[in-house]
């Protein structure tokens, strides 16, 4: 027969684990989550639908963003055991100067719509981090005030993303301030000669600033606090086209420029003397052009898959993109990230580094800064792991061995 006994308390003292509760459901919730998935569906119950889908969603038929989601998903590592990854480190150099991890924080729009903190918030992580940071030409802070949020910060890298608009010189300004305060290169979007049809933002009715209907009104009662933080902290626009009206549609279709040729990437070589970057690129013989035209590193990119449904799938450029440029220019990668092992991939078939949007967003959304840092670690820490996992212990240990991508 088993014969039992009372345990004594220093038998159990070992076992017992008792932690402080976290109080604040913001930091419980980001502590919580693992993956980037995670923060996505935080995200999904902390902001209105409106906002939610803007980030989530694409065009038409979303078909792009899903099929650069299932490239990253089919890829096959092929890992090298025996490896010394003792010393294992993230660090990279892009564009000539140091980067903590191979990933960069992409430009996105509206910023303060996803959290009242915004552009300001992601800089701060970033430069805290050592992740260069492209400001977006819509976002919802001006140049000046991002970089004031980063100043002194010694892991900052600020790049300013520009659209070709019709009034040019609007734009030479814009590149002049961004000149000015510090921005250390430009990212020229060249993909958008109108905007895409993202049907998700047209059922929504989505409007910056936020317009007050019957439905929004609703909504309030669902999302209180992200309400309260629209309504009490400065107004949102886009900062650089402050005071225009109308829907959103609108107001980027009166921005770009449908004209615009290879020819224009000397009108902004004349006004921009620091690196350039086009971003946009979604063909070989784009790449090409682009790069013979001057560019120092170009980004594959499907805009997230928000502007052509049925896009190419950027990561599936890169292998021919790379053998093609060999080392004249950089090869930045975007469109369907939403891990580290996707970074690694994306780097091991050849790219120089990655952007990420959507995930930082997902984390803005969820806790605001806090959420920024959390997905950063997440990204982070995956990138680490698969690095070590496949016996890399240098970001240029990675190759296209380390690889193999669906048919």
Same mark, same amino acid.
């Given at each position: 027969?088993?014969?039992?006994?009372?345990?004594?308390?220093?038998?159990?003292?070992?076992?017992?684990?008792?932690?402080?509760?976290?109080?604040?459901?913001?930091?419980?919730?980001?502590?919580?989550?693992? /993956?980037?998935?995670?923060?996505?569906?935080?995200?999904?119950?902390?902001?209105?639908?409106?906002?939610?889908?803007?980030?989530?969603?694409?065009?038409?038929?979303?078909?792009?963003?899903?099929?650069?989601?299932?490239?990253?998903?089919?890829?096959?590592?092929?890992?090298?055991?025996?490896?010394?990854?003792?010393?294992?480190?993230?660090?990279?150099?892009?564009?000539?100067?140091?980067?903590?991890?191979?990933?960069?924080?992409?430009?996105?729009?509206?910023?303060?719509?996803?959290?009242?903190?915004?552009?300001?918030?992601?800089?701060?992580?970033?430069?805290?981090?050592?992740?260069?940071?492209?400001?977006?030409?819509?976002?919802?802070?001006?140049?000046?005030?991002?970089?004031?949020?980063?100043?002194?910060?010694?892991?900052?890298?600020?790049?300013?993303?520009?659209?070709?608009?019709?009034?040019?010189?609007?734009?030479?300004?814009?590149?002049?301030?961004?000149?000015?305060?510090?921005?250390?290169?430009?990212?020229? /979007?060249?993909?958008?000669?109108?905007?895409?049809?993202?049907?998700?933002?047209?059922?929504?009715?989505?409007?910056?600033?936020?317009?007050?209907?019957?439905?929004?009104?609703?909504?309030?009662?669902?999302?209180?606090?992200?309400?309260?933080?629209?309504? /009490?902290?400065?107004?949102?626009?886009?900062?650089?086209?402050?005071?225009?009206?109308?829907?959103?549609?609108?107001?980027?279709?009166?921005?770009?420029?449908?004209?615009?040729?290879?020819?224009?990437?000397?009108?902004?070589?004349?006004?921009?003397?620091?690196?350039?970057?086009?971003?946009?690129?979604?063909?070989?013989?784009?790449?090409?052009?682009?790069?013979?035209?001057?560019?120092?590193?170009?980004?594959? #990119?499907?805009?997230?898959?928000?502007?052509?449904?049925?896009?190419?799938?950027?990561?599936?450029?890169?292998?021919?993109?790379?053998?093609?440029?060999?080392?004249?220019?950089?090869?930045?990668?975007?469109?369907?990230?939403? #891990?580290?092992?996707?970074?690694?991939?994306?780097?091991?078939?050849?790219?120089? #580094?990655?952007?990420?949007?959507?995930?930082?967003?997902?984390?803005?959304?969820?806790?605001?800064?806090?959420?920024?840092?959390?997905?950063?670690?997440?990204?982070?820490?995956?990138?680490?792991?698969?690095?070590?996992?496949?016996?890399?212990?240098?970001?240029?240990?990675?190759?296209?061995?380390?690889?193999?991508?669906?048919?």
């Amino acid at each position: 027969m088993t014969r039992r006994q009372v345990p004594r308390w220093s038998e159990l003292r070992d076992l017992v684990k008792l932690q402080r509760p976290e109080l604040s459901p913001t930091r419980r919730h980001l502590g919580a989550a693992l /993956t980037v998935a995670d923060l996505r569906d935080v995200a999904r119950r902390r902001v209105p639908r409106a906002v939610f889908d803007y980030v989530d969603g694409a065009a038409e038929t979303e078909a792009s963003y899903r099929r650069a989601r299932a490239a990253y998903e089919g890829i096959e590592f092929q890992p090298r055991v025996l490896q010394d990854v003792g010393a294992l480190s993230t660090a990279t150099t892009v564009l000539g100067a140091p980067a903590a991890v191979p990933f960069c924080f992409a430009p996105t729009g509206f910023t303060r719509l996803m959290h009242h903190e915004g552009e300001a918030a992601v800089a701060r992580v970033a430069g805290e981090r050592g992740i260069p940071y492209a400001v977006s030409t819509l976002g919802t802070s001006t140049p000046e005030a991002v970089a004031d949020e980063v100043r002194g910060l010694p892991g900052s890298r600020l790049w300013f993303q520009l659209y070709v608009w019709r009034d040019r010189a609007a734009a030479e300004e814009l590149m002049a301030r961004a000149d000015a305060a510090g921005y250390e290169a430009l990212v020229l /979007t060249v993909d958008v000669p109108v905007s895409g049809a993202r049907l998700r933002d047209v059922r929504n009715g989505l409007s910056v600033p936020p317009a007050l209907t019957t439905k929004t009104v609703l909504d309030m009662a669902r999302h209180p606090a992200w309400w309260g933080n629209v309504l /009490t902290t400065a107004p949102i626009d886009f900062a650089a086209l402050a005071g225009w009206d109308g829907t959103i549609g609108d107001k980027l279709n009166a921005l770009f420029d449908p004209t615009m040729t290879l020819a224009d990437l000397d009108w902004v070589r004349r006004f921009w003397r620091k690196p350039l970057i086009v971003k946009g690129i979604q063909t070989l013989d784009d790449a090409r052009a682009v790069t013979d035209a001057g560019a120092d590193a170009i980004v594959l #990119s499907s805009h997230g898959g928000r502007q052509l449904d049925r896009a190419p799938v950027p990561l599936r450029l890169v292998p021919a993109v790379r053998e093609t440029l060999g080392p004249r220019a950089q090869i930045l990668v975007d469109s369907g990230i939403m #891990s580290g092992a996707d970074v690694v991939a994306a780097i091991a078939l050849g790219a120089t #580094s990655t952007l990420v949007g959507r995930a930082y967003l997902f984390g803005l959304m969820a806790g605001g800064q806090a959420g920024v840092e959390r997905v950063t670690d997440i990204l982070t820490g995956e990138v680490r792991r698969t690095m070590a996992l496949l016996g890399a212990a240098t970001v240029a240990d990675l190759n296209p061995g380390h690889v193999r991508l669906a048919p």
